[in-house]
């Protein structure tokens, strides 16, 4: 039996394989799209053209659509095996940060190590939101625990080691994220800036965190590859979110191959389905968390 899931899991690498080292033109055209959207959106409303209610919804879409290049970036996944882009894989990394207000400089760090220790309490730094859905107090907690470990992730152990120009780049990220909030809370309407800067932006950290830090994972319990990580099997109704959502439905792809960007995740997917399930890889519904049968 060992044999044979060895036999298949080399048969999923070489899928996956065909997936990997490109240049990734769909995240560098979400990053293009994100930042002219979440800055058009913030152009508009405060020239009076754009109700705070459609700036509410774009800020908090776009704070969510914001992480994904994020993530592909510090993976490499933009770059590939592009060697001479990677300094576009950066530029969409660093640009997209601004939004999300996670800092590309430690996300990184916190990111693999993520990766590296997965569902391990005490080791794995996502594994914090275990138990966020316990109550409405823990779910709160959760979500500020969880950004807040995102944002210092640097000073866990890391800081005294880590490279002066390392250190500089986290201060100037942080300090650029705080100066343009700061600047725009001072030309717009303080009661509305205020909804739209940190309202909007805590609903887009709040889909962020549940959806594609949360549910992926819960309930935090396994930690072996293939196992780690939920496959969320959507009905066609859902499409619309599943396509907001970005393929994260389907984060156990991500985390069996993270070299693979994420609009890949369903092709190879549809490819290594059956060797998934014969690893035990969790395939669920989105609702009932129950099994749900190979089609």
């Not at 966020?132 to 210092?152: E, H, K, N, Y």
């Not at 001072?186 to 959806?211: D, E, H, K, R």
């Not at 959502?245 to 993270?258: R, T, V």
């Amino acid at each position: 039996m060992e044999q044979n899931l060895s036999a298949l899991n080399r048969e999923a690498i070489q899928a996956a394989r065909q997936y990997m080292g490109h240049f990734g033109w769909g995240t560098v055209a979400l990053s293009a799209a994100v930042l002219v959207v979440f800055i058009g959106n913030i152009a508009l409303f405060a020239a009076g053209v754009m109700p705070l209610w459609a700036a509410f919804v774009i800020f908090a879409a776009t704070t969510y659509l914001s992480y994904t290049p994020v993530h592909e970036a510090a993976h490499g996944n933009i770059h590939g095996d592009h060697a001479g882009r990677k300094w576009v894989n950066d530029l969409c990394g660093y640009l997209c940060a601004q939004i999300i207000m996670i800092p590309y400089s430690t996300h990184t760090v916190e990111h693999f190590t993520h990766h590296r220790y997965t569902n391990q309490p005490g080791k794995d730094p996502d594994a914090i939101l275990k138990g966020m859905t316990d109550s409405p107090q823990a779910f709160v907690v959760g979500v500020a625990r969880f950004l807040w470990t995102q944002i210092t992730f640097l000073f866990h152990g890391y800081w005294e080691t880590a490279p002066r120009r390392e250190k500089l780049i986290f201060c100037a990220e942080v300090g650029m994220a705080i100066s343009w909030r700061a600047l725009l809370l001072s030309v717009l309407p303080l009661l509305p800036g205020l909804v739209l800067l940190v309202g909007a932006y805590v609903v887009g950290v709040i889909f962020t965190t549940y959806w594609f830090a949360f549910r992926p994972h819960h309930p935090y319990e396994d930690s072996a590859r293939y196992r780690n990580t939920n496959s969320l099997i959507m009905p066609v109704w859902m499409k619309p979110l599943e396509w907001f959502w970005l393929g994260q439905n389907l984060h156990s792809i991500h985390h069996a191959f993270p070299r693979v960007p994420f609009y890949k995740y369903h092709a190879l997917f549809r490819q290594i389905e059956p060797i998934m399930r014969a690893h035990g890889a969790p395939v669920l519904g989105i609702f009932d968390r129950q099994p749900v049968v190979s089609a």
